[in-house]
């Protein structure tokens, strides 16, 4: 079975600082893996995905993750926060090769951004 | 942004009551998703659909009913609200998540409150 677990609910760091936001997954199978953002509001957004490939992806806003198979971990980063970066953050795991449609989405860490 | 658009947005009912919350899409995608979403267990899917009548339960269908009678519309219905279904309700549709990188993408969500 597949799960996702986020270290930590709440995150907050300051403007221009780096953001570190926790993944760490469990999967029989090499997985295909997520990050979504959520702000105030609204639904999810896609920031960045995993495939195959490259271990580090870069997405959206200056984002970026890398898969540590070896760790299990997909944690997500940026250098240097933004006010607007504040908004809610989804780690998502689906089973992949041997296909299958479940999404599985960790609790969500909320990234509060100080002035 | 994917022309997704939920209705109502906000709801507010008694116990007991029938409520049909609608997702409309305008982008002919075939799968289509219902979550909730609460604090501490990120998004549960409730339903999901792969086509025009053709529908599935997810992890916590429980309570909940599902309808699809053209593509473009996936309706959810709630036979007898309870105050746990109080709840964010998102629906999401992807092309064809038999391939893993398929992308999910999500409506504005819809807030109930069941009293």
């Known amino acids: 079975a597949q799960s996702v677990t986020q270290l930590g609910s709440h995150v907050s760091v300051s403007e221009g600082a780096l953001v570190l936001l926790r993944c760490n997954y469990s999967s029989s199978v090499p997985p295909y893996l997520f990050w979504y953002v959520q702000y105030p509001n609204q639904g999810l957004q896609l920031l960045l995905k995993?495939?195959?490939?490259?271990?580090l992806v870069k997405g959206i806003n200056g984002f970026e993750a890398e898969f540590k198979k070896s760790e299990t971990s997909f944690h997500l980063t940026k250098p240097s926060a933004h006010m607007s970066d504040a908004a809610e953050y989804f780690c998502a795991v689906r089973r992949a090769n041997t296909g299958g449609f479940k999404t599985i989405f960790g609790a969500g860490t909320r990234l509060f951004v100080k002035a | 942004d994917a022309g997704i658009t939920q209705s109502p947005r906000h709801k507010v009912t008694e116990t007991g009551t029938p409520v049909t919350l609608r997702c409309h899409q305008t982008?002919?995608?075939?799968?289509m998703y219902w979550y909730r979403q609460d604090p501490g267990h990120g998004l549960r899917l409730i339903h999901y659909s792969y086509g025009v009548k053709d529908t599935d339960k997810g992890e916590v269908s429980d309570g909940y009913s599902v309808s699809r009678s053209k593509t473009e519309d996936f309706l959810l219905t709630l036979e007898s609200a309870t105050s746990s279904q109080t709840s964010v309700y998102f629906c999401?549709?992807?092309?064809?998540?038999?391939?893993?990188?398929?992308?999910?993408?999500f409506g504005p969500g819809t807030r109930l409150t069941v009293l």
């Open positions: 982008e002919n995608h075939r799968y």
């Open positions: 995993y495939t195959t490939g490259a271990t």
């Open positions: 999401a549709i992807s092309e064809s998540p038999e391939r893993g990188t398929d992308t999910q993408y």
